[in-house]
Each structure stands twice: as structure tokens, then as C-alpha cells.
């Protein structure tokens, strides 16, 4: 079990890093990192539906859309944290994306990448990321 900050019904896992638009990073090691969406961010989109990936082999410049999730009323578009190379999808998606509502932090993984620029500097701590989301929900 993933240890977690709680911010009110949101679970933020401690394990990984942030991006202020609500991915996470887990470091694998060796340059390897692998994305997801956060609790708060699967629960914003409600049920997910669908998830769009581009291919594996591709590479994209930090800030720009590395794919989509696609609920009933929303969809959202996934950032590259850092310059990477796409290197594996969650191929289970396609027949479940609801494990990314069940399972954000584990089964819901959307995309291992690799990392082909040194800076983190967009990624925020676990402590960051929760106020962000007590800032938005009290925005809401």
C-alpha cells in the first residue's frame, strides 16, 4: 500500500512527484519514469471512458500533450513534464480505462517514458502538489 497525504476526499500518494496539472512522476531509476494521473484529478474527470495514446517511439518537448483521457462530461490532456521518449503505454486501458478511477496510483498508470533532458524543474513534492489542490478546492 502506498503511503498518502489526505486532502480532504484526495488521496495524494508520497511515493512520487507532481506536476501542477495534476500528473505524477514516479522515478524508476535509471531515467525511467512512469506517468499517471492523481485521485483528485481522476475524481475531477469522473468517469473515464477512454484514453488516447500516442505512439510508443515518440518524442515530446516538456509542456506538450502526450495524450488524453476522455470521461462522459471532460476529457484532459496529459503534459510532458520534461523532455522524454514515450517508451510503453498501459496497453489494459483500452478494455478498462476505469482502472485509472479505481486505481490511479497503481493499475492506472498511464505511460512509461524516458526522461531525455536533465531539468524536474516543473515537478512539485507530494506536500507541494496538496496545495494545489486545497488551494483549487477552495477556489471551487
Known amino acids: 500500500m502506498v503511503e498518502t497525504i489526505q486532502v480532504?476526499?484526495?488521496e495524494i500518494a508520497t511515493d512520487r512527484m507532481y506536476l501542477k496539472t495534476h500528473e505524477w512522476v514516479k522515478d524508476l531509476g535509471?531515467?525511467?519514469?512512469?506517468m499517471g494521473i492523481?485521485?483528485?484529478?481522476?475524481?475531477?474527470?469522473?468517469?473515464?471512458?477512454?484514453?488516447q495514446f500516442e505512439d510508443v517511439g515518440e518524442e515530446f518537448k516538456a509542456e506538450e500533450v502526450i495524450l488524453v483521457v476522455e470521461a462522459l462530461k471532460a476529457s484532459g490532456d496529459i503534459y510532458a513534464p520534461f523532455d522524454?521518449?514515450?517508451?510503453e503505454v498501459n496497453t489494459e486501458l483500452e478494455d478498462m480505462p476505469e482502472l485509472i478511477n479505481q486505481s490511479p496510483y497503481e493499475k492506472g498508470w498511464?505511460?512509461?517514458v524516458e526522461a531525455l533532458s536533465s531539468d524536474r524543474s516543473a515537478l512539485i513534492t507530494p506536500e507541494e502538489y496538496a496545495e494545489v489542490v486545497k488551494k483549487e478546492l477552495e477556489e471551487a
Open 84 to 87: 522524454l521518449k514515450l517508451l
Open 8 to 10: 480532504e476526499d484526495y
Open 30 to 34: 535509471d531515467n525511467k519514469y512512469l
Open 38 to 51: 492523481s485521485d483528485y484529478a481522476q475524481k475531477m474527470l469522473h468517469e473515464i471512458t477512454y484514453v
Open 110 to 112: 498511464l505511460a512509461k
